[in-house]
């Protein structure tokens, strides 16, 4: 069965400091998708990233970075300066691959990120 | 549709009665899920449609709750003889390939009293 552990419920930080989100995962499958979402206080879940299991390059875009480890079945994402917007629940998730049997998400319990001015 | 659009935005119902939720996905996405954020459970999987596969229905948590997409395009989730346990964020999903990712509805807020 797969699962996805978000060991940090809350976060909070004041504006401009980097902040770290931690994301470990398991899964029996050797191709797998992980995926980052944000959760604005509108509750729209906003897709931010997907990252395959044989693609283990870190990725930046703007201010954020992933980190995707799997040797140690993590996919870590991090805010750089962080901002008031970036304050929201984030959830990583894991998909097995395409296929028949379906393409539904494991998500992790989220982490809720409070930035503060 | 520019998005996944959902209705009603929020929806009151007393213990006992039925309920249906509405998505529409967006146009020519082939792939819709629903999935329900509770605050006990998290983001739980529901339901999939794939074309005209048979859906995968693996997620869904009674025989109460059925869902149904016509034409490959809306669908309904139904959830009948409504329990309290059922208040949830009930939220919608479509997309063309995974490789992009789902694009989600704002959802529907149900409250059971």
């Known amino acids: 069965a797969q699962k996805v552990t978000q060991a940090q419920t809350e976060i909070s930080v004041v504006e401009k400091e980097d902040v770290t989100l931690d994301c470990v995962y398991e899964?029996?499958?050797?191709?797998?998708?992980l995926f980052w979402y944000k959760q604005p206080p509108s509750g729209e879940l906003v897709f931010l990233i997907r990252?395959?299991?044989?693609?283990?390059q870190n990725e930046i875009s703007g201010r954020y970075s992933w980190n995707f480890q799997k040797s140690t079945s993590s996919f870590n994402f991090t805010i750089t300066a962080s901002q008031v917007v970036d304050s929201a629940v984030y959830f990583c998730a894991l998909s097995e691959a395409l296929g028949a049997a379906g393409n539904k998400l494991t998500f992790g319990g989220g982490t809720r990120v409070l930035v503060k001015p | 549709g520019a998005g996944v659009s959902q209705s009603p935005s929020n929806k009151v119902t007393e213990k006992g009665k039925d309920v249906e939720l509405r998505c529409d996905p967006i146009s020519g996405h082939t792939a819709l899920y629903w999935y329900r954020q509770s605050l006990g459970q998290g983001l739980e999987f529901l339901i999939y449609f794939q074309g005209n596969s048979a859906p995968d229905k693996s997620g869904l948590p009674s025989d109460r709750f059925s869902a149904e997409r016509t034409g490959g395009s809306v669908s309904t989730l139904t959830i009948q003889r409504t329990q309290q346990e059922d208040s949830a964020v009930y939220l919608c999903?479509?997309?063309?390939?995974?490789?992009?990712?789902?694009?989600f509805g704002s959802g529907t807020r149900l409250t059971v009293v």
């Open positions: 990252r395959n299991s044989f693609d283990e």
């Open positions: 899964t029996r499958d050797t191709t797998y998708y």
């Open positions: 999903a479509s997309s063309l390939v995974l490789t992009y990712g789902y694009t």
